[in-house]
């Protein structure tokens, strides 16, 4: 790449958002170059091998009402795989092991009651919130300076109901609910159906896997654009001129006439734009990644199964939790799929052999000696990926979304932005990204057609 390279686009990132939309601009007659920091495609989807199976140690699910994502799988001669659900579910609560069936949790009834009641309430305050323009809700200033973690203070007194509310929270976000702005946290269900949904698997946001793994949907979609897309190409700064812009990386400089930064806002901020951005430039400092540590464990069967067990475990003292199936559809071998997220994350990113002991002790305490013995073991720290610095998504703290929310998909004069955290519905999802580069094709074609 040189001084000279040109292009109607740029985009920025090469994960779904990015990908999606330069194959959407390319399809509207325009040319298009991706730079992409990484080795490689996908950005928050990774994929890794265990025992001698590909899998996905980043974003791996899709969920009900993905219908991008599924049409995405179903034009790579991809199906779908439904999530293993079958048999009792495991929740440590409160230093105790159990196991149940159905949706209702075994907690005292005080703690059920008042979760439900918290649920309903929480239905009842997303419908206020317009999912393109949440700081426009009614008494958006109070709920966004509201934490999560003060409003469950006020609605949920029991400490089960308390546990099992932070047990959700946690797994969703990779954060804990003081972090969060309820204004913030209520767009995101809205976004995502509601509380519930994101937290199933058969009827909710984790229902299927895909076969070979999600992040070769983001390399078909990479092979696609052939000599468009630039790998090992870090964007280090877009200056705006009066034609167009130069995007200036380690490798020469590209002139386009409008760029797209796909990434999260904590990645985005990094760039140095020339000129002063300030409202990106406080989303990039007030809106955290998400702090998690994927890991999957295999066995020579899935021996949970003859127990009558889903594989599914979650725990309110477990650093190691959520939990699932993660079982070839054959069962030729067994694997689970599990979580360190928010602190816990934080806590053990850095240690292996330490966070490998914890892996397995957890499994062994949940599903018996048998997790002892794993044939192999595959993990992926999000922490301390260099380019994402967390996962799934930014998080909204409070103050954030009524202050400088309104930025998130305004165009800065010819920068145009992507990313699932732009998304007004499925945001923090595969699915989000493609709608944000759906949405910001569409954008650019009219920008550009005037």
């Not at 390279?5 to 325009?30: K, W, Y």
């Not at 990386?249 to 006439?257: I, K, Q, V």
């Not at 930025?407 to 920068?415: K, S, T, Y």
């Amino acid at each position: 790449m040189s001084a000279e390279s040109h292009c109607d686009v740029a985009v920025i990132g090469a994960g779904f958002a990015g990908l999606r939309t330069a194959l959407r601009l390319r399809e509207a007659g325009l040319s298009v170059r991706v730079l992409e920091a990484r080795d490689r495609v996908g950005g928050r989807s990774a994929a890794a091998t265990l025992n001698g199976r590909t899998i996905d140690v980043g974003g791996q699910w899709v969920g009900v009402g993905h219908e991008r994502l599924r049409a995405l799988a179903e034009s790579c001669d991809t199906s779908l795989v439904p999530q293993y659900t079958a048999g009792s579910k495991l929740l440590e609560l409160g230093g105790r092991m159990r196991r149940y069936d159905g949706l209702i949790p075994p907690a005292s009834v005080t703690a059920l009651v008042e979760m439900q009641s918290a649920l309903w309430r929480l239905r009842a305050l997303q419908r206020r919130v317009p999912p393109d323009a949440p700081w426009d809700a009614h008494g958006a200033d109070a709920l966004d300076r509201l934490s999560v973690d003060a409003w469950q203070a006020r609605w949920l007194r029991s400490r089960g109901a308390r546990a099992l509310f932070d047990i959700g929270v946690r797994a969703v976000f990779c954060g804990t609910p003081r972090q969060l702005s309820m204004l913030g946290f209520l767009h995101y269900l809205r976004a995502n159906r509601d509380f519930d949904a994101l937290l199933s698997t058969t009827d909710g946001a984790q229902a299927w896997t895909v076969d070979g793994g999600m992040h070769a949907l983001a390399v078909r979609m990479g092979a696609t654009l052939g000599d468009a897309l630039l790998l090992d190409t870090p964007v280090r700064q877009i200056e705006q001129q009066a034609d167009g812009v130069v995007v200036h990386t380690p490798r020469g400089a590209l002139r386009a006439s409008r760029v797209v930064v796909a990434m999260a806002p904590p990645a985005a901020g990094r760039i140095d734009y020339a000129v002063a951005l300030p409202a990106r430039e406080q989303l990039a400092q007030r809106m955290p990644m998400g702090s998690v540590i994927k890991v999957l464990v295999a066995y020579a069967k899935p021996f949970w199964r003859a127990n009558g067990l889903s594989g599914e475990f979650v725990g309110d003292a477990a650093a190691f939790s959520p939990v699932f199936d993660a079982s070839p559809a054959d069962a030729s071998h067994g694997a689970l799929i599990g979580f360190f997220d928010g602190p816990e994350a934080v806590h053990w990113s850095g240690d292996a052999q330490a966070r490998r002991r914890e892996v397995i002790a957890t499994l062994v305490r949940a599903f018996g000696p048998e997790a002892a013995e794993p044939l192999d073991y595959a993990e992926k720290d999000w922490i301390a990926d260099p380019w994402s610095r967390g996962c799934y998504t930014g998080l909204w703290t409070p103050g954030t979304l009524t202050e400088v929310g309104s930025a998130l998909r305004a165009p800065c004069g010819r920068v145009h932005w992507a990313g699932t955290e732009t998304a007004t519905e499925w945001c923090g999802y595969i699915e989000g990204a493609l709608a944000s580069g759906d949405r910001v094709a569409d954008e650019l074609r009219h920008a550009m057609a005037s």
